[in-house]
Antibody
Framework: EVRLVESGGGLVKPGGSLRLSCAAAGFNSSNAWMSWVRQAPGKGLEWVGRIKSKTDGETTDFAAPVKGRFTISRDDSKNTLYLHMNSLKTEDTGVYYC????????????WGQGALVTVSS | DIQMTQSPSSLSASVGDRVTISCQASQDISNYLNWYQQKPGKAPKLLIYDASNVETGVPSRFSGSGSGTDFTFTISSLQPEDFATYYCQQYDNLPLTFGGGTKVEIK
C-alpha cells in the first residue's frame, strides 16, 4: 500500500522553529516530486512548497508567505521528506500535509494524514 | 499568481441530485486542473486530474470538463458519502493555487 506518514507537529512560540517529517511507504519516493500543502483552521487549502527528485536537481520552490523562512529537504536513503519551518508566525498555524503524485508531478494522488502545527505564545 | 474562483462556496442538495461546481482561472491554464474532495478531519482525495480524467477507483458519477479558464465539476447523482468540501487546483504555473472550496451539504 502506498502511504505517506507525517510526524513532528506540535506547539511552538512565535519566532520559533519546527521540523516536520513525511515518511513514504509502499513506493520508492526517490523519483517523486514531493509537495507540502497546509490548511489553516476552518480555511481552504494552500500550497506551501515543492522539492523535485534528485535526478531533476532537487530544486525547491515556495509560496510567497513562507519563502525565506521554510525549506524542504529529502533523505532518499530513508524515503523521507522534511519541512523545516523557521521564524514561525501565528498565521502559520494549521494542518500540514505532504503530498505526491509519484510520477505525476502536481497531480497529488497520495497524501499524508496531516500534522498539526500551532504557533502561539 | 493565478487566481482560482470557485462557485458556489456552499450548496445544499439531496441524495440523487445532480450537483455542478464551477471553477474559473484568472488566466488560461489549458487543462492543468485537478479536483479534490475533502471530508472533515481528513486529507484531500484526488477525484479528477487534467480537467476531465477520473482518477482510478473513483466512481463514475464524478466528472469534470473545461479548458482554458472555465471548468466544471459534476456529481451526476449525489450519494450520502459525497457530502464534503470540493476544491479545484491549477498546476499550470507556480505558485500552485486552489479555489476557495465548495461545501456540499445535505438539504
Amino acid at each position: 500500500e502506498v502511504r505517506l506518514v507525517e510526524s513532528g507537529g506540535g506547539l511552538v512560540k512565535p519566532g520559533g522553529s519546527l521540523r516536520l517529517s513525511c515518511a513514504a511507504a509502499g513506493f520508492n519516493s526517490s523519483n517523486a516530486w514531493m509537495s507540502w500543502v497546509r490548511q489553516a483552521p476552518g480555511k481552504g487549502l494552500e500550497w506551501v512548497g515543492r522539492i523535485k527528485s534528485k535526478t531533476d536537481g532537487e530544486t525547491t520552490d515556495f509560496a510567497a508567505p513562507v519563502k525565506g523562512r521554510f525549506t524542504i529537504s529529502r533523505d532518499d536513503s530513508k524515503n523521507t521528506l522534511y519541512l523545516h519551518m523557521n521564524s514561525l508566525k501565528t498565521e502559520d498555524t494549521g494542518v500540514y500535509y505532504c503530498a505526491t503524485g509519484i510520477f505525476r508531478y502536481f497531480v497529488w494522488s497520495t497524501w499524508g494524514q496531516g500534522a498539526l502545527v500551532t504557533v502561539s505564545s | 499568481d493565478i487566481q482560482m474562483t470557485q462557485s458556489p462556496s456552499s450548496l445544499s442538495a439531496s441524495v440523487g441530485d445532480r450537483v455542478t461546481i464551477s471553477c474559473q482561472a484568472s488566466q488560461d491554464i489549458s487543462n492543468y486542473l485537478n479536483w479534490y474532495q475533502q471530508k472533515p478531519g481528513k486529507a484531500p482525495k484526488l477525484l479528477i486530474y487534467d480537467a476531465s480524467n477520473v482518477e482510478t477507483g473513483v466512481p463514475s458519477r464524478f466528472s469534470g470538463s473545461g479548458s482554458g479558464t472555465d471548468f466544471t465539476f459534476t456529481i451526476s447523482s449525489l450519494q450520502p458519502e459525497d457530502f464534503a468540501t470540493y476544491y479545484c487546483q491549477q498546476y499550470d504555473n507556480l505558485p500552485l493555487t486552489f479555489g476557495g472550496g465548495t461545501k456540499v451539504e445535505i438539504k
